[in-house]
């Protein structure tokens, strides 16, 4: 099988990330989206059944799109669905202990994970973790065709990592020491952005041209798509929704901001602030757990960080106007104890005419952020954008 995708000129391209994102399809529904005609159609898509990347989906899966006209076009009236198992991904999402990584196919579907500490967070020590995460997940099988990890920091070129906090890094040329220790083809993105591109092509927004993804945990995190595609800058992943004032009473951010997202809704904000308030240091779930039982201390921070997240949601929805908002992340348990002051919190800074705001609330799941860094490595792929070698 000669699945050479990014060999393909771009309209071929065109087909295959449809049918990946949007199929099974029919023919005819394929045709309308990119504007082809049949005859073009047909042209793009037989190299791409012959090499295996696209297969006639079964019958059970014909698409309601189906016309009535389509038989008489003389091809076979299957819906043209992606050959899942034609490549393999490999994702990890670093964080500053450890290394999350899964094995994904084609369709972003995990077929397999692993989980290993970082010992280090020196350069060489977490490339020999991702590494040993690679080997572990591919077993000597099939090769993936592209690595992709993601840090919660700042990526450059979508190669070098130039800021990352929580692992005290900077200017790491990451894909180039993966690339030269596993020989795959590396992607490094910021991970709040790759689980968002993860959503919007596999996930909670597929199917939304227009979309926010909002993630509270260690810092507040923030991806933005619009016209079907990220909204990407060079300073993206230097956490900057996390300064958007809130005016709600904190202790002040790193910045010297009071109030501002960062000071109020982050897991070192409340915890700081609960335990301050109990008069002993409190881990995250012992602040939610003491709020819900009645703690006056512990419940005013939480209420505080509750109404805090529904405002900053608001301002996402007042400002960007999206379909819906996905909200997770680590510090999401509280968003979901607490949903119904969040919600009062998002209303009183919208107006009533307004639709209510599609808010998609997502446990958190570290397989997840994982697989948000296998897609932005399949992306590049399927886009015909390969990391440079
Ligand atoms: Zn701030």
Request: charged share 20%.
């Amino acid at each position: 099988m000669t699945t050479a995708w990014a060999e393909r000129p771009q309209s071929s391209r065109a087909v295959a990330v449809e049918v990946l994102r949007h199929g099974p399809l029919s023919r005819v529904e394929l045709a309308r989206r990119l504007a082809l005609s049949q005859g073009t159609l047909t042209r793009l898509t037989r190299p791409l059944l012959d090499e295996g990347l696209l297969v006639e989906a079964p019958d059970a899966a014909r698409a309601g799109a189906e016309s009535p006209e389509e038989p008489r076009l003389g091809r076979p009236a299957q819906p043209l669905a992606i050959a899942a198992d034609a490549h393999h991904f490999v994702g990890v999402k670093l964080t500053g202990s450890s290394a999350h990584a899964v094995l994904t196919d084609l369709g972003a579907d995990v077929l397999a994970g692993a989980v290993a500490p970082l010992p280090s967070t020196e350069p060489a020590a977490v490339v020999d973790a991702v590494a040993a995460l690679v080997g572990e997940l591919v077993g000597g099988g099939r090769r993936p065709t592209a690595l992709g990890v993601s840090v919660g920091g700042h990526a450059a070129d979508h190669r070098r990592v130039t800021s990352a906090p929580f692992l005290h890094w900077s200017d790491v040329s990451l894909a180039e020491l993966l690339e030269d220790r596993t020989g795959l083809p590396t992607t490094v993105e910021n991970d709040v952005l790759a689980l968002t591109e993860a959503e919007h092509w596999f996930g909670a927004a597929r199917g939304c041209t227009r979309f926010a993804l909002v993630t509270i945990g260690a810092g507040v995190g923030y991806g933005h798509v619009v016209h079907d595609r990220l909204v990407s800058s060079p300073d993206a992943g230097f956490g900057l929704v996390g300064h958007w004032p809130l005016e709600v009473p904190s202790s002040p951010c790193p910045r010297g901001h009071r109030g501002c997202a960062a000071s109020v809704l982050t897991i070192p904000a409340i915890t700081e602030a609960a335990s301050a308030a109990v008069g002993r240091p409190l881990a995250f779930d012992e602040v939610v757990d003491l709020a819900l039982a009645g703690d006056p201390g512990a419940g005013r921070v939480v209420a505080d960080a509750a109404r805090g997240t529904g405002r900053l949601l608001a301002a996402v929805a007042n400002l960007t106007m999206p379909e819906k908002i996905v909200l997770t992340g680590d510090g999401v348990r509280l968003a979901l104890e607490l949903a119904p002051q969040v919600r009062a919190g998002l209303d009183a800074d919208r107006d009533p005419r307004a639709a209510p705001v599609a808010l998609d609330v997502q446990d958190f799941d570290f397989a997840e952020w994982a697989r948000g860094a296998a897609v932005v490595a399949l992306q590049r792929f399927v886009r015909g954008r390969p990391a440079p070698r």
